[in-house]
């Protein structure tokens, strides 16, 4: 059997870890050029994620994530861990990031893992906002002024659209799942605190991105704060075009058998511990219901803080606990459509692709995904 028609397995990545004036990042998951998570064991490890889906593309990613992306993954998912406030940011929009930049544009979803009882975050404008109002305040350092900033729970969830204004403070460890791309401007220092140069900010060419309305920001549906009705269990958190997550409260085993497979799907332990036990190489598929647990199964541990990705190839395996109080954040893209211009309805991704990473282009082109502007 050659390397090309060896079977795919669940992903273990390696992390990859940047100090900040004002914390830390820790990319889990990322194929963004500057960040490009290495594999970390198996036949494939050592390869970078790059590598794999610009050899393997659907067998990991599925049909419709690479109709819309191409070799390009459709997610990242990196922890925050802020010690001061992050400068105020906004993300770009798809379309923006296209016209602008030959780039993917980016929302993200920000799960709270840990809080201070002081921990604070800062989002959207707590009143509309004049343009000219907002510019003054962010050169005289009084931006916080109008801006919502409260202390989040443990296990909150916000979705941060691109427009919307928006910084971590201090105290906060944050899990952001978010398109493929850094495309974030910095536009203001918050408290006078100075942790980045000022040609950093990009507060002039990102100026017509921002959202000036009056936001209010609510946590979404958030399971961590809801007594569980049956085990295990599965919540909704947050469904948008980039991306579908959900928790898993994994009391009891979890089988997940899918008949026809359209995408991958990114496990993150936030709490306990789990294995992930699939069928070994040649053998028979595993039949829905199996109890108890067949012998033929490679298991793949799953500890607090890592991820496991499972490429589209993997249709039958089970969730197995290791621990009480193990519970997962589940992670897929479904099949993504845009938005033509013309008819303002949802279209096949084909008129999209020239914003695909393509790998026969000029060596001089600017990689699409990146952030050579955060």
Same mark, same amino acid.
């Given at each position: 059997?050659? #390397?090309?028609?060896? %079977?795919?397995? %669940?992903?273990?990545?390696?992390?990859?870890?940047?100090? &900040?004036?004002?914390?830390?990042?820790?990319?889990? &998951?990322?194929?963004?050029?500057?960040?490009?998570?290495?594999?970390?064991?198996?036949?494939?490890?050592?390869?970078?994620?790059?590598?794999?889906?610009?050899?393997?593309? #659907?067998?990991?990613?599925?049909?419709?994530?690479?109709?819309?992306?191409?070799?390009?993954?459709?997610?990242?998912?990196?922890?925050?861990?802020?010690?001061?406030? +992050?400068?105020?940011?906004?993300?770009?929009?798809? *379309? $923006?990031?296209? +016209?602008?930049? =030959?780039?993917?544009?980016?929302?993200?979803?920000?799960?709270?893992?840990?809080?201070?009882? =002081?921990?604070?975050?800062?989002?959207?404008?707590?009143? *509309?906002?004049?343009?000219?109002?907002?510019?003054?305040? @962010?050169?005289?350092?009084?931006?916080?002024? $109008?801006?919502?900033?409260?202390?989040?729970?443990?296990?909150?969830?916000?979705?941060?659209?691109?427009?919307?204004?928006?910084?971590?403070?201090?105290?906060?460890?944050?899990?952001?799942?978010?398109?493929?791309?850094?495309?974030?401007?910095?536009?203001?220092?918050?408290?006078?605190?100075? +942790?980045?140069?000022?040609?950093?900010?990009?507060?002039?060419?990102?100026?017509? &991105?921002?959202?000036?309305?009056?936001? @209010?920001?609510?946590?979404?549906?958030?399971?961590?704060?809801? $007594?569980?009705?049956?085990? %295990?269990?599965?919540?909704?958190?947050?469904? @948008?075009?980039?991306?579908?997550?959900?928790?898993?409260?994994?009391?009891?085993?979890?089988?997940?058998?899918?008949? *026809?497979?359209?995408?991958?799907?990114?496990?993150? @332990?936030?709490?306990?511990?789990?294995?992930?036990?699939?069928?070994?190489?040649?053998?028979?598929? $595993?039949?829905?219901?199996?109890?108890?647990?067949?012998?033929?199964? =490679?298991?793949? #541990?799953?500890?607090?803080? +890592?991820?496991?990705?499972?490429?589209?190839?993997?249709?039958?395996?089970?969730?197995?606990?290791?621990?009480?109080?193990?519970?997962?954040?589940?992670?897929?893209?479904?099949?993504?459509?845009?938005?033509?211009?013309?008819?303002?309805?949802?279209?096949?991704?084909?008129?999209?692709?020239?914003?695909?990473?393509?790998?026969?282009?000029? *060596?001089?082109?600017?990689? %699409?995904?990146?952030?050579?502007?955060?």
């Amino acid at each position: 059997m050659s #390397e090309g028609d060896k %079977p795919l397995y %669940p992903f273990h990545l390696i992390d990859e870890g940047e100090d &900040l004036p004002w914390g830390h990042v820790s990319y889990k &998951l990322a194929d963004l050029g500057f960040k490009d998570s290495m594999i970390e064991s198996g036949w494939l490890g050592g390869n970078t994620l790059s590598e794999l889906i610009g050899t393997y593309f #659907e067998r990991v990613v599925g049909d419709n994530s690479f109709e819309f992306y191409g070799t390009q993954f459709p997610v990242m998912l990196k922890v925050i861990e802020a010690k001061a406030f +992050q400068p105020l940011q906004v993300n770009v929009a798809d *379309d $923006v990031a296209q +016209q602008r930049y =030959d780039s993917f544009g980016k929302t993200a979803l920000w799960y709270v893992e840990e809080t201070r009882q =002081d921990a604070r975050i800062a989002l959207g404008f707590n009143k *509309d906002v004049p343009a000219e109002e907002f510019y003054r305040r @962010c050169k005289d350092g009084t931006v916080q002024e $109008v801006l919502n900033i409260f202390t989040p729970r443990k296990g909150d969830a916000f979705l941060i659209k691109p427009g919307t204004v928006f910084a971590a403070g201090p105290g906060l460890k944050i899990l952001e799942i978010a398109e493929s791309s850094e495309m974030t401007f910095q536009l203001a220092e918050l408290f006078h605190q100075h +942790q980045v140069d000022a040609s950093e900010l990009m507060l002039d060419e990102a100026f017509d &991105l921002i959202d000036f309305k009056k936001y @209010c920001p609510a946590a979404l549906r958030n399971p961590l704060h809801e $007594v569980p009705k049956q085990s %295990p269990y599965t919540k909704a958190i947050s469904s @948008c075009d980039e991306f579908s997550v959900s928790r898993i409260g994994l009391q009891n085993l979890l089988h997940v058998s899918v008949e *026809d497979a359209v995408g991958f799907t990114v496990y993150y @332990c936030l709490s306990g511990k789990a294995s992930v036990q699939v069928p070994k190489a040649g053998s028979e598929p $595993v039949r829905a219901g199996t109890m108890p647990l067949p012998e033929n199964l =490679d298991r793949y #541990e799953l500890r607090e803080g +890592q991820i496991l990705l499972m490429p589209a190839e993997v249709t039958d395996f089970y969730l197995v606990p290791a621990e009480d109080g193990t519970d997962l954040l589940e992670i897929v893209v479904d099949n993504r459509k845009v938005r033509d211009s013309y008819t303002n309805e949802n279209v096949e991704p084909s008129s999209f692709g020239d914003v695909r990473r393509d790998d026969s282009t000029d *060596d001089n082109a600017p990689d %699409p995904h990146v952030g050579y502007w955060n």
